[in-house]
Structure formats: C-alpha cells, structure tokens
C-alpha cells in the first residue's frame, strides 16, 4: 500500500478529515502506518489479540512494549502513533521553551508530532485512564546526539501535561530480553482453536501439571506428552493449552529471567484455577 505523504497543510487536514489518528479499539486509525514513514530500522504490522486491528509499530522496541501491553490484564485499548493535535498547541510549547518545531522534510509544513503509544488503563478502583508512553532506545537519549530528540520530548511532556495526561519515557531497560522472547512465544497461543477452549478439559490439564510438580527433574515437553496421554489428546494440543495458559495467567512463573524451552527442565510454577481467577479479577 502506498504511503501518505504530507507537503501542505491541506494535506494534513484531508488526513485529519479521513480518520486517521481518530477513533478508539478496533475503530482507531494510527496517524502514522509503516508505509507512511521512510525506513531507517525495521517496522511491524501485526494484527493484534488484545485489541483486534493490525497495529502499525516503527521499531523493534515498539513491538516490544506492545507484547507487554497485550500481557497486561489492566490494558484495555492501545492507540499507537497517536497524534498531538490539534497541531498548533505543540507549535505554541516550542515557541515558549524557545525550541525550533519540527518540519516536514524538504517542506515548510509543520510536522504533526506523535506519541507512539496512547494507552487507556483500568485503575485499581475500576476507574479508567488514559496514559501516553514515548518509546526510545537508552542511546537515544545520551550524548551530545540527543539534544534534539529531548527537545522535542520535552514539547511531548508539556503537551500531555496539558492534557492531564500522565507521560513518560519506556527504553529497552524497563523489561528484560527474556520476557520479550517468552511473550513473542506464548503470543503465538494467545487464541486457541474453539476445539480446545474447554473449561473441563483446562481444569483437568492443570491438575495433572500440578501432580507433575514432584518430577522437577522432567522436561516441558516429556511432562507435556504424559499429559498429552492422560488426557488422549495429541501432544501438539497440550502444548497448546500449556502454552495458552500461561498467556491467560492460569500458570504462573517467572518469565522475566526464565526462558521458556520445551527442552528445559519444567520451571518453577503456581496455578491459579479458575474460579480463583475470577474471584482475583473481581477484586482488582
């Protein structure tokens, strides 16, 4: 698909006036999609599970962080390259903090700056709120290089102080290379086929991984293939459930620093039934 591209201020209210950068859930239209924006690393489209839309990312970082936020049971929307309109407010911060607003190249236009992440979170008390995350690699934001970019942070963080709207940086050293590997995994099983989403069969797979907690020393997979057995469904399918458990936070264990290999030694675990799940969700 052919990307946009932005040489006039007409360009940008027709964008505007299409939709994009509007909407909510299923219905949001990221202002900035892979083909709009010249590559200088790698990008990804991947049509989401959380949110059920393709979503749009400029980095690997970006899908990183977009991992974790599928993961997240108080995430409920995630809006990303969200943009700061309308544009002339950022244009009046840069003005007042005396930093030169950012321009669209080989144009005079004034470039309609974005937040890579728009998020809506449930609180504690079940209320709901939006919070904005900016997503920059560490090196980024060291050195004489980054000058530039933590200027036009800093019109980011005022825009959205504006707003009432709570702001910050993510890097790469907010989550570990582990989880990031152990969710790209256990995403792949985010979503079972219908065949499989048996709440019987759930309740009765988690008994019998309990019952193998004595056997530390066995394998994932050789503890998968005697549930496999015990339940006389083929090994794939319980790898599957296994798998799409974990994802739904019915087995609990250490993915930050533990990595999940079907060869490796069954980790460390605590299973949360279902009924206890539910309670646990009620409550927070």
């Given at each position: 698909m052919r990307g946009r591209r932005f040489s006039s201020k007409q360009d940008i209210e027709?964008?505007?006036?299409?939709?994009?950068?509007?909407?909510?859930?299923?219905?949001?239209?990221?202002w900035l999609r892979v083909q709009d924006v010249p590559s200088t690393g790698?990008?990804?489209?991947?049509?989401?599970?959380k949110i059920e839309r393709m979503h749009h990312l400029l980095s690997d970082l970006e899908r990183a962080y977009l991992l974790?936020?599928?993961?997240?049971?108080?995430?409920?929307?995630?809006?990303?390259?969200?943009?700061?309109?309308?544009?002339?407010?950022?244009?009046?911060?840069?003005?007042?903090?005396?930093?030169?607003?950012?321009?669209?190249?080989?144009?005079n236009v004034p470039l309609v700056m974005t937040t890579d992440f728009l998020l809506t979170v449930k609180q504690p008390n079940g209320d709901f709120k939006s919070v904005a995350?900016?997503?920059?690699?560490?090196?980024d934001l060291l050195g004489e290089d980054a000058l530039r970019t933590l200027q036009k942070l800093e019109v980011e963080r005022r825009f959205w102080m504006s707003q009432g709207v709570d702001w910050?940086?993510?890097?790469?050293?907010?989550?570990?290379?582990?989880?990031?590997?152990?969710?790209?995994?256990l995403r792949r099983y985010a979503q079972l086929p219908r065949a499989l989403m048996n709440s019987s069969l759930h309740s009765e797979f988690l008994e019998l991984l309990e019952s193998s907690k004595p056997y530390a020393w066995a394998t994932m997979s050789e503890c998968l293939r005697k549930i496999s057995k015990r339940l006389?469904?083929?090994?794939?399918?319980?790898?599957d459930i296994f798998f799409n458990l974990i994802w739904r936070k019915f087995i609990r264990l250490d993915l930050c620093n533990v990595p999940l290999h079907l060869?490796?030694?069954l980790p460390d675990f605590h299973i949360?039934?279902?009924?206890?799940?539910?309670s646990l969700r009620e409550r927070s």
């Open positions: 027709r964008h505007i006036a299409n939709g994009f950068g509007a909407g909510a859930g299923v219905g949001y239209m990221p790698r990008s990804w489209k991947i049509q989401g599970v974790v936020l599928e993961f997240s049971e108080n995430v409920v929307d995630i809006r990303e390259q969200y943009p700061l309109l309308p544009f002339e407010s950022p244009q009046a911060i840069a003005r007042a903090i005396g930093v030169r607003y950012p321009r669209y190249m080989k144009t995350r900016t997503i920059k690699y560490q090196k910050s940086i993510v890097t790469e050293e907010d989550f570990t290379p582990d989880l990031i590997k152990n969710l790209g995994l006389s469904i083929p090994y794939a399918e319980a790898r060869t490796s030694p949360v039934y279902p009924s206890e799940l539910s």
